[in-house]
């Protein structure tokens, strides 16, 4: 039944965009509303909790003092991770992540590894021996399209609002987490040869795939996924990596600097 | 439709630990995507198809090389398909954009893109990249990325041409 509901209602969805409409009424290069709030758990050293549109999605960051990588011995260490609650979703099932959790908690960290967003040699405490380990941990808390765009948002958000607890380790003042970038993700659909941006949960599943840009301040793109079973045609690629570079400008201006105070020198 | 990417534990440099981690995770699912649109699944209700595909000795690309085998693997099983899946990875080195990065480029290389595509449809679909490139550089990568697919392409139809030629051959036909 849901499978007939589905086909027409990706008809419905086809048929406005060829007459130029989206479902809510959003322009093609539109963002839905987002908010994000930061500092929303005190017992984080960062959080943001961002609303885009009804997807709500809480980022936590935590810090705490370890090893490092063997082959990075001076470089701090990023480990993302993803949770998909099942009150975000009916499609969300208890138990450890699956691939669409583990494939979320991947994009939103490479975005903020490969921007060179945080400062990694910042976060050595004794060469070899001790680095600060940063956790990001994403709760995904209602589904409503576009997760992996609210997470790596909130992800940096918290990120540069975020205080290492040197106090508690005995290692000096508390500082702020050397965050030097504010890369943003801009994922896409293409429905009838128009690329829609920030698609909501209708369009996700009605288009067959997605596909999302991760770029930076200066305009460079530091990551790429994409996601569903279908296929995009390289006119559609390229032209969506432009509209994303643009979008996340429009973001990072408008958006991210009101929540961020201020940023490390590159 | 499953797919299985696993890399063996003397495969790479040090050691990997068997099973599956969060990277094979993703790998298997990208992978499966990329091979799902040519797939003609109406054909078969009620089934799956598995693909595993065991990466034996890495030096990079491993997860493209493994849709361009199970791509020839589908044919050589004789599901009906819409067309081949050919893949490959481009890179920046040294500033440079290059084509099919080995380890030691894409450790220290500045980006990484594996693409695949149907070349018969011109449809991409795998791509995923990390790095930091410019959009001049993004497109000049796609561009070279498209070509090497359909070098690939080139490569994988004479497999199975050659395959089908000798097996009729054997039969004692043309």
């Not at chain 2, 990277?23 to 990208?30: A, C, F, P, Q, T």
Request: aromatic share 4%.
């Amino acid at each position: 039944m849901s499978e007939v509901l589905d086909e027409i209602r990706k008809d419905y969805l086809f048929n406005l965009v060829r007459r130029g409409k989206r479902i809510d009424g959003r322009g093609f290069h539109d963002f839905r509303e987002l908010h994000i709030r930061t500092n929303v758990i005190s017992k984080a050293e960062g959080s943001a909790w961002v609303e885009l549109g009804l997807t709500e999605v809480l980022v936590g960051v935590k810090l705490q003092p370890g090893e490092p990588f063997p082959d990075t011995p001076d470089k701090g260490v990023i480990i993302t991770n993803a949770e998909l609650v099942p009150l975000a979703s009916p499609m969300f099932e208890p138990g450890p992540p699956d691939e669409n959790g583990v494939e979320l908690a991947r994009v939103v960290d490479r975005g903020i590894r490969e921007s060179g967003a945080l400062n990694l040699e910042k976060l050595c405490i004794e060469e070899g021996e001790k680095v600060w380990i940063v956790f990001i941990d994403v709760h995904v808390l209602n589904h409503e399209g576009n997760l992996i765009d609210a997470s790596a948002l909130g992800a940096i958000a918290a990120l540069a609002t975020t205080r290492i607890p040197c106090e508690r380790y005995g290692l000096g003042n508390d500082e702020k987490l050397p965050v030097r970038d504010l890369p943003v993700s801009v994922t896409a659909v293409d429905i009838a040869g128009e690329v829609l941006i920030d698609p909501n949960l209708y369009e996700e599943s009605a288009a067959s795939c997605r596909l999302t840009v991760i770029s930076n301040t200066d305009g460079t793109i530091s990551a790429m996924q994409k996601g569903g079973t279908g296929g995009l045609s390289p006119e559609i690629t390229k032209k969506t990596v432009k509209v994303a570079v643009e979008c996340a400008k429009d973001i990072r201006e408008n958006i991210l600097s009101g929540v961020v105070a201020s940023l490390e020198p590159y | 439709m499953r797919f299985r990417y696993n890399m063996a534990p003397f495969s790479v440099e040090e050691r990997r630990r068997p099973g599956p981690d969060r990277r094979s995770v993703e790998i298997s699912k990208v992978s499966r995507e990329a091979l799902e649109p040519v797939i003609i699944a109406e054909y078969y209700p009620r089934a799956a198809i598995d693909i595993f595909v065991e990466i034996l000795e890495s030096d990079a690309g491993t997860r493209t090389a493994g849709i361009n085998a199970a791509s020839v693997a589908l044919a050589d099983a004789g599901i009906p398909m819409k067309g081949l899946v050919s893949a490959v990875a481009v890179g920046k080195v040294d500033g440079q954009i290059v084509l099919d990065l080995m380890s030691e480029e894409d450790q220290y290389g500045e980006m990484d893109m594996p693409v695949a595509m149907v070349t018969r449809t011109n449809t991409i679909t795998l791509l995923q990249m990390d790095g930091r490139v410019t959009m001049e550089e993004f497109d000049r990568a796609l561009d070279l990325a498209i070509a090497g697919c359909r070098r690939i392409y080139e490569l994988q139809r004479k497999a199975l041409i050659e395959k089908y030629s000798e097996s009729r051959a054997e039969e004692g036909g043309v």
